[in-house]
């Protein structure tokens, strides 16, 4: 087996739709890889499918249909529904395995295919490396014909009940002003209908998706507008979601951004946790205020996959990203933005503690990321560069105690991450030009030698 991953990143395939391997005949053929391995006897094989707003997400949803039904697999599509409705859903209904058809918050252009195990849980890396090998070698098959093709029905009621389960889990809000970006994706009809009907006095933003418009300067990646809007409006707290919905941001009644790393804070405390999981990239602000209330932070590589695997290792509940992937595992099997951010008002209510009171109490270290460009195929190389890396130790020696660095290759782009964190903003700043420029400098003789 080949175990070196070609087509899956740290969040399933993601690229440009139409360009290899985000292509129709490439997904046809992971439809029939995923047939094959996931849908063994005994009984029919069932898969759930989902999409989020983006242009392409029928022709590739319909291109998986066709291969997953050439070998005998039924589907049921779901429409445009958030991915943690997948994952849920496919849990609950012992479905074989569910796919989203998502690149979350990238721009509309791209597009990505998310597969969720029987369980609700990402794939691992080896399974995800044995479905490569598969499609790479396409190995000869019998014919599947007559009644043994699969079927393909719409089912977009299912929803409901993944409606159901989130109002189950949510406060009631009693006439709180809130603000909600759905990112124009796949949360634009749902959300409103979760906080409306749980006693919200709404201000709805960007959801009304066209194809084309998802993430577009909206959503968690980009809450400035929203951050302006609870400002001028006098709103009570922001709620932003990504395209896909599997991860939110919130905005406080100042108008502050509050990040994965402040809600995994309150979680942690008001749930009384004793230890937690977060990666490489949560504040170092969140890990000592966490040592204060002596509860214990594990990190993994940058990754929701990665924190759930850690979480299920340790036999723990709570973890996330600093990006507003949480995951609540006693609740639901990956992250869940509309979830998450039910959870954390749940937790604020119940604290009798205002949100810009947490804000207050939780460190936030200076943090600087960058993304360097670099050649394609090269990202890897570059991060591991022999100069990169000893720019990274006299970084690191510098900070001591006081500060973290990360340099890594991104898992869905041609680029290498630039990571600072330190005392104060100048000291950030000047280590991280200079971890750019080693970056760049190597990227220049990775283009030149492949040239």
């Not at 295919?113 to 396409?138: H, V």
């Not at 924190?307 to 509940?317: H, M, N, T, Y």
């Not at 595992?329 to 009171?357: F, N, W, Y």
Request: charged share 25%; net charge negative; aromatic share 4%.
């Amino acid at each position: 087996m080949n175990a070196t991953r070609e087509y899956f990143g740290t969040d399933g395939i993601r690229g440009t739709a139409g360009h290899h391997p985000l292509t129709a005949g490439f997904t046809v053929n992971l439809g029939v890889a995923l047939a094959e391995l996931l849908g063994k006897p005994p009984g029919r094989a069932r898969f759930l499918l989902g999409m989020d707003t983006r242009r392409s997400g029928a022709m590739l949803a319909q291109a998986i249909t066709a291969g997953l039904t050439s070998r005998g697999a039924d589907v049921t599509l779901l429409g445009v529904v958030p991915t943690p409705a997948i994952a849920y859903l496919t849990r609950e209904l012992k479905a074989t395995a569910g796919i989203m058809i998502s690149a979350s918050h990238n721009p509309f252009q791209d597009n990505g295919i998310k597969i969720f195990t029987a369980g609700g849980e990402k794939l691992s890396d080896s399974l995800e490396a044995r479905i490569e090998d598969f499609i790479r070698e396409l190995p000869d098959l019998d014919d599947v014909t007559h009644t043994d093709i699969g079927l393909a029905v719409d089912d977009g009621d299912m929803t409901e009940r993944y409606f159901r389960f989130l109002l189950d889990n949510a406060p009631f809000l009693d006439g709180l002003k809130v603000g909600l970006d759905c990112a124009n994706g796949a949360a634009s009809t749902l959300a409103p209908r979760v906080f409306k009907q749980i006693g919200a006095r709404l201000d709805v933003v960007y959801a009304e998706p066209d194809g084309m418009n998802i993430n577009a300067g909206c959503g968690s990646t980009h809450p400035q507008a929203l951050q302006e809007r609870v400002r001028q409006h006098d709103l009570d707290v922001g709620v932003t979601f990504d395209g896909d919905a599997d991860r939110t941001q919130l905005i406080d009644r100042r108008g502050r951004l509050v990040t994965g790393d402040h809600m995994l804070a309150i979680l942690a405390v008001t749930r009384g946790e004793k230890e937690v999981v977060a990666t490489v990239m949560s504040n170092l602000g969140l890990e000592r205020f966490l040592a204060d209330n002596g509860i214990n932070l594990h990190r993994t590589a940058v990754g929701d996959r990665y924190v759930g695997e850690e979480l299920r290792k340790r036999d723990l509940s709570l973890g996330g990203e600093q990006s507003g992937h949480l995951l609540l595992l006693d609740r639901a099997p990956t992250g869940d933005g509309i979830l998450s951010a039910l959870q954390v008002l749940a937790a604020v209510r119940a604290s009798d503690v205002p949100l810009e009171d947490w804000m207050d109490r939780i460190p936030v270290y200076p943090q600087l990321l960058t993304n360097v460009s670099v050649p394609n195929g090269s990202k890897d190389l570059i991060a591991g560069h022999e100069d990169v890396l000893k720019a990274v130790a006299a970084a690191e020696e510098r900070l001591g105690d006081d500060g973290r660095v990360n340099v890594r290759p991104s898992g869905t782009e041609p680029l290498v991450r630039v990571m600072v964190e330190g005392p104060d903003d100048q000291t950030v700043q000047t280590l991280t030009e200079e971890l750019v420029a080693a970056v760049e400098a190597a990227g220049k003789a990775a283009g030149t030698s492949a040239s």
